[in-house]
């Protein structure tokens, strides 16, 4: 895992800086963040709990899809804390909608 979110964030910023009509085109950012962990636990980003009124649908749609497939797949899973802590937030803070999912990095959740 890098240090901070320096990849997302220089992408954002070149683009706002650059080419804002390319950063216009993206309609959505999903973010799969530590799916590689032993976990075993499975984390959807709660879109639904987004501030930003530009974004806020969009965010709770993504959450809403993950959602019904892990539903519909018998798939167990936690809604996981939607801070823009992760390289979605970069995209957020750009008015993006973004999504996704994650493995509980911050914790060890299984032995």
């Known amino acids: 895992e890098e240090l901070g979110l320096l990849g997302s964030t220089h992408y954002v ?8 009509a390319a950063l216009a085109q993206i309609a959505a ?3 799969f963040d530590m799916e590689g962990s032993t976990n075993g636990f499975q984390g959807v ?8 009124p530009l974004i806020a649908r969009g965010c709770a749609t993504l959450q809403h899809e993950f959602e019904q497939f ?4 018998n ?8 801070t823009g802590r992760s390289d979605y ?23």
Request: overall charge negative; hydrophobic content about 35%; proline content about 7%.
């Open 70 to 73: 892990f539903n519909s797949s």
């Open 89 to 111: 937030g970069p995209f957020l803070a750009a008015n993006i909608s973004a999504g996704g999912l994650d493995a509980g990095a911050d914790e060890v959740i299984t032995t």
């Open 45 to 52: 980003y709660h879109g639904e709990s987004s501030t930003n």
């Open 75 to 82: 798939i167990p899973f936690l809604l996981s804390p939607f």
């Open 13 to 20: 910023q070149n683009l706002l800086s650059n080419d804002p």
């Open 29 to 31: 950012n999903l973010n």
